[in-house]
């Protein structure tokens, strides 16, 4: 097997072998879940749900931390619904009203919209609880976790299907012990790196939007906060002061309800700062501008800042090839718009199951392969034209004076900004909703879907 060649040093998950599934075929699982993020773990919830026996391999032990800004619009919310969570503030959730804009010398209020199709509130809540939840909610449901169960390539049939995977698993380095997993359908939920993905090919497609996102806890009084914070505009001095430099990115402090906030920024590949910036210095000279009396500085960091990629507008593409499904950050969904990502991964996961539920009522062959298909054919259907849009507003927005430009002359208009929200958030009604949700699914309606 060869080792696939990537710039982190995460470990690589080698190229396939191929003619490995002896002619009678045997499986372990219907289907295999290659990662228990909240793609994963939701992919893996809907499949067991619909009585299919699914093998989700993660390489950690939950409860395990993941680098994130922790904090959910209502689609999320929606999203942790549909799968049976209890998101009370009883059951540990702290719930916002809306998004605070800050740009341009102002600062608005905006509460999420009224809608049919989602609530009207977000949450936020640590990446370990969350994903410990979602994961368990998929076992729950019948989903066989394994844990610390590193997969480590594809496993082919001679005509270069998927058929299953290999597997480290064990805790220290002597200890691990290798393994191969047999399925006819495999998910790769297995997060930004895309190793899957990349192991059989698959690159990222460098000309759709990515970001870049660190993000650091801090103990703060603003540690209660009724809404999302977001920074349209980062400064290296005081904000408007004669000598103060607009650094690139964008920003978000969210009140965590536990005496900490997680303060975080993002850059994306339109800017000129994108890879060409110290990450982590970017976000201590914005916070060192923040008031003193918010405590954003070093003596009260609680942990390193950390960051990862943000892979948006479905940048890894096709959805579905030979067997894999790519579901979630490992076929980029995370919305352009916003950076929003969990609410995305765990709908990808959704629509994976459902044609991947579909599929395996059918016989191996053509009749299959439709119905899998209908998984590309649905997150198409679903964001395509949608993430369409959102590339053109990242290009848009990577030019300062255009971004200045919108924050300058959008923000003091309230009626304007509610529609922005929507618009930013993704969150409309399609059918009977009002003349701005109206506007906004014409949009989509003309613009052609991206795959
Ligand atoms: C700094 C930052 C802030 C963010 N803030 C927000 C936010 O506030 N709100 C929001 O909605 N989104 C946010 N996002 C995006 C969000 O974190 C992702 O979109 C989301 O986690 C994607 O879920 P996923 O299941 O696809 O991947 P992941 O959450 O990355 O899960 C992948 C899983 O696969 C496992 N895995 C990886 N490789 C293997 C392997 N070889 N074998 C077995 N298991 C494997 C990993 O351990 C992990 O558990 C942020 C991202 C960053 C970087």
Redesign the pocket.
Known sequence: MTAISDASSAPT?AAGALGELPSDRTYDADVIV???????SAAAYWLATAGVDVLL????TFP?E???????TPR?TRALVDMGIDVSEEAGWLHNKGLRVIGGGLRLELNWPELASFPDYGLVRP?ADL?HLLVQQAVQAGARLHEQ????APILDAQGRVVGVT?KAGAGAGEKTEHSYRAPVVLA?????G??ALALGMQRNDKRPMGV???RYYSSPRTNDDYLESWLELWDGPPGADDARLLPGYG?I?GMGDGSVNA?L?VLNSSAGFQKTNYRTLLTTWLDNTPEEWGLREENALCPTQ????PMGFNRTPHYRNGVLL????GG??NPFN???????MESGKFAAEAVVQALARPEGAGRERALAGYPAAMAAEWGAYYRLGGVFVKLIGNPAVMRACTRHGLPHPRLMKFVLKLLANLTDPHDGDASDRIITALTKVTPALR
Do not use: H, M, N, Q
């Open positions: 998950i290659v990662g228990a993020g909240p793609s994963g391999l993660e390489k950690t395990r993941k680098v994130c800004g922790d904090g959910l999320g990446r994903d169960t590193s997969v480590t597997a939920c297995d997060g930004v790196s190793r899957f996102a660190v993000r978000w969210f975080g993002g960051g990862a990629g943000l579901v979630g950050d490992s969904s995370v950076g929003e990502g969990i609410p995305y991964a």
